[in-house]
């Protein structure tokens, strides 16, 4: 326990938020498996940006959730989601950057979409496993909006994939009911959790930095490519 919160608190300070809007968790696909598990009921309807990440094809096929797909056709897209929420939409998962089109959406955007969405009672799960590509993030809306929660994972820019290392960033009291289902310390391995204390701001800044030049090459080459 006292590891797991040891790296709960170092994850907080590097996400910008308190330790109580962080759970960490086995992998930001176990993130998902906890929230669409948990915090939805059998059989509701949730709102899903296609193409995108397929974990939620086994709730599909189990039969757990329908998902109703919107289909992403560039310009407009937001606005098939804002018809579709009616009252009996009770989730929302997009990710942003999305995965694998790469289409990303502003924080305005999305404020827009979690607004109406809270009005119904409405869950928006957005997806941030690549934000440290794009620099977007809805970090700053988590206090305003209780129906927000953010999934990451530390298997892109930190490269960790391995070890299996996700976090979750919401309101505290969604927060503590995922740690209660989660039983906290047995949610991510010891090396993993150690791995994660022991991340210097030394680390971080060479991460961002990979990331960084990383971006810089993607959007030299798509320039060489529309030529």
Do not use: C, W
């Not at 960790?160 to 310390?185: D, F, Q, W």
């Amino acid at each position: 326990l006292e590891a797991y919160e040891k790296a709960k608190k170092k994850i907080a300070i590097y996400a910008g938020v308190k330790p109580n809007n962080i759970a960490l968790t086995n992998g930001s696909s176990h993130a998902l498996e906890l929230i669409f598990s948990f915090l939805l009921s059998e059989k509701d309807a949730v709102l899903l940006a296609v193409p995108n990440f397929v974990f939620y094809t086994s709730f599909e096929k189990a039969k757990h959730l329908k998902f109703i797909k919107v289909p992403y056709q560039g310009s407009g897209f937001l606005e098939k989601f804002y018809r579709r929420l009616k009252s009996n939409i009770r989730g929302i998962y997009i990710s942003n950057p999305n995965n694998p089109v790469g289409y990303l959406f502003s924080v305005e955007e999305l404020r827009r979409l979690i607004s109406k969405a809270a009005k119904n009672k409405t869950l928006v799960i957005v997806d941030e496993a690549y934000f440290e590509f794009s620099g977007v993030t809805l970090r700053g809306l988590i206090k305003q909006f209780s129906n927000l929660l953010i999934v990451r994972t530390m298997s892109k820019a930190f490269g960790m994939a391995g070890l299996r290392i996700g976090y979750i960033i919401a309101n505290p009291s969604v927060i503590k009911i995922l740690e209660e289902v989660t039983k906290r310390p047995l949610t991510v391995g010891q090396v993993g959790l150690k791995k994660i204390i022991g991340l210097s701001p030394g680390d971080i800044k060479k991460t961002a930095r990979q990331a960084r030049e990383i971006t810089q090459v993607r959007e030299k080459l798509a320039a060489f490519l529309a030529h």
